[in-house]
């Protein structure tokens, strides 16, 4: 048996009607890629996670975070802080190009 994909959603409403097979009336608009998951998720192929939007990781990639909240993702997703200054680099470019 495979391992169930894990997904992580912030949106308690979409875990709830990808659960909820019964048609509701007011979803009528949802688009097909959101009938996708339904099916997924009742073929018990992958399983929908709450998490709450304090904790959501991918939000450093869509939304302006503050410097603690994007420094606690950054370490989350394994990413180094590397600090490169370009100044010294022109400084010695611009003395090679002085002789």
């Not at 048996?1 to 659960?19: E, G, K, P, Q, R």
């Not at 996670?49 to 950054?74: C, D, M, P, Y």
């Not at 370490?75 to 010695?92: A, F, N, P, Q």
Request: with cysteine; aromatic share 8%; proline share 1%.
């Amino acid at each position: 048996m495979d391992a169930l994909v894990v997904i992580y959603c912030d949106n308690i409403i979409s875990i709830l009607l990808a659960n909820n097979p019964v048609y509701h009336a007011r979803t009528k608009h949802v688009k097909v890629h959101y009938h996708f998951i339904r099916e997924k998720d009742l073929a018990r192929e992958i399983n929908l996670i709450h998490v709450s939007s304090e904790n959501q990781v991918a939000n450093i990639f869509t939304k302006a975070l503050g410097t603690n909240k994007r420094k606690r993702f950054r370490k989350m997703l394994g990413v180094l802080e590397v600090d490169l200054s370009l100044r010294g680099m022109l400084i010695i470019q611009a003395q090679v190009m002085d002789y």
